[in-house]
């Protein structure tokens, strides 16, 4: 296993899905985690999003595995909500050396075209604006503690490959690429490495919930474009978390600036 003794990291979205497995998989290498989700009910979404309560269980899953973490309700739409968070993993466990920029939402128009400005803006705002936010609150701390770093974007295989009707949501993470190339470069001379990993279809609320399920069974074209290669439905969050929790170790010490598509051979079609 990747060790991350000593450091600390902060995770958003970590209620749920990826990001709570991320959280998990960070503290079981010896990562202390600040894991941070909304809280509510994001508005104009029609699933539900993460709880307080799903926080929690979060925070007693990693404390009853015997890892450290700290809880803080953030919406990665208001930078002084994540300055906070950061502030938090600098007072309760000395500094941050890791981040993982995982909060999102999905929508599903009928058509890209057909996305209401109401759905584009919530998806670039949470998806990209967020993924930003997080990097502007946490990188003065990262420079502060001068050990370097890494912070890891997670994207989408919808950022490689065209999917049908979510062209607002394609177009938020490869936003998200090129933030994470620009902020790669900048901070080489610093040691904070910056990637991005892609995931394939993942088993989450996400993209497991009534309005998913009758997106991917009736939109135009849809069901093709997720069908995978190998012999599974889909992946789980735990198998996007181990690739994450290589990243942000020092076995992955010299890569910065790439992206790790983890898909099960979805984009090869």
């Known amino acids: 296993m990747s060790d991350l003794t000593g450091r600390v990291a902060l995770v958003t979205g970590a209620a749920r899905g990826i990001g709570r497995a991320t959280a998990l998989s960070l503290a079981e290498a010896g990562a202390a985690v600040v894991v941070t989700d909304i809280g509510r009910q994001v508005e104009g979404l029609t699933y539900g999003t993460a709880s307080n309560e799903d926080l929690a269980a979060t925070v007693a899953m ?29 007072s309760s466990f000395g500094g941050l050396d890791v981040v993982v920029a995982n909060a999102g939402v999905a929508s599903w128009p009928a058509s890209t075209w057909q996305a209401t ?3 584009w803006q919530t998806m ?7 993924t930003w936010n997080t990097c502007r609150a946490a990188i003065p701390a990262m420079l502060r503690t001068g050990r370097g770093g890494s912070i890891v974007m997670v994207g989408s295989t919808a950022a490689v490959k065209p999917v049908p009707t979510i062209g607002h949501y394609a177009a938020a993470k490869n936003g998200v690429i090129g933030l994470m190339k620009s902020l790669a470069l900048e901070l080489a001379g610093d040691s904070i490495r910056v990637n991005v990993v892609h995931p394939g279809g993942t088993g989450t609320v996400m993209t497991q919930n009534p309005a998913a399920e009758h997106w991917q069974a009736t939109a135009p074209g ?4 997720l069908e995978l290669p190998m012999p599974i439905h889909r992946m789980e969050p735990l198998d996007v978390a181990v690739a994450i929790r290589w990243l942000c170790s020092d ?10 598509v983890l898909d099960a051979g979805a984009t090869l079609r």
């Open 124 to 130: 670039i705002d949470v998806v990209l604006t967020g």
């Open 62 to 90: 990693i404390e009853e595995a015997g890892g450290r973490a700290a809880p803080a309700l953030v919406d990665v739409r208001d930078h002084g909500q994540l300055v906070a968070a950061v502030e938090l993993a600098d």
């Open 117 to 119: 400005p109401e759905q």
């Open 222 to 225: 849809v069901g093709g474009t």
């Open 251 to 260: 076995e992955s010490r010299y890569m910065t600036g790439t992206q790790m």
